[in-house]
């Protein structure tokens, strides 16, 4: 069964950067649909970034497009975030969850998910 494992995540001033890296084991990733997920304390689940298995990507929502990128390198099983211009609303757990092909990228569709890394934007 395919883990995830999230790593990356910490402590940054506003304006830094963060890059966050999901690690698969156990099975290939690479017929995955990968997303990244942020939830913060007392709100909803939301999508961050979904990358297809070819590469191609979907970013959202509004507040990050720009800021984040999305990247995955299936030779190493590992999808990245990189995140720039980071700003305290940007606070949150990231989560790092995968779909079969033909599934949504959200977090209804997504079935394998990580246990989550904090991050924190914070002067």
């Known amino acids: 069964q395919l883990q995830l494992v999230e790593s990356g995540g910490g402590l940054v001033q506003p304006g830094g950067s963060l890059r966050l890296s999901c690690a698969a084991s156990?099975?290939?990733?690479?017929?995955?649909?990968i997303g990244w997920f942020r939830q913060a304390p007392g709100k909803e689940r939301e999508g961050v970034s979904c990358?297809?298995?070819?590469?191609?990507?979907?970013n959202y929502p509004d507040s990050v497009r720009g800021r984040f990128t999305i990247s995955r390198d299936n030779a190493k099983n590992t999808v990245y975030l990189q995140m720039t211009s980071l700003r305290p609303d940007d606070t949150a757990t990231y989560y790092c969850?995968?779909?079969?092909?033909?599934?949504?990228?959200?977090?209804?569709?997504?079935?394998?998910w990580g246990k989550g890394t904090l991050v924190t934007i914070s002067s």
């Open positions: 990358i297809a298995s070819s590469g191609g990507y979907t």
């Open positions: 156990g099975y290939t990733m690479t017929y995955y649909v």
């Open positions: 969850a995968a779909a079969p092909l033909g599934n949504a990228c959200s977090p209804s569709g997504m079935t394998n």
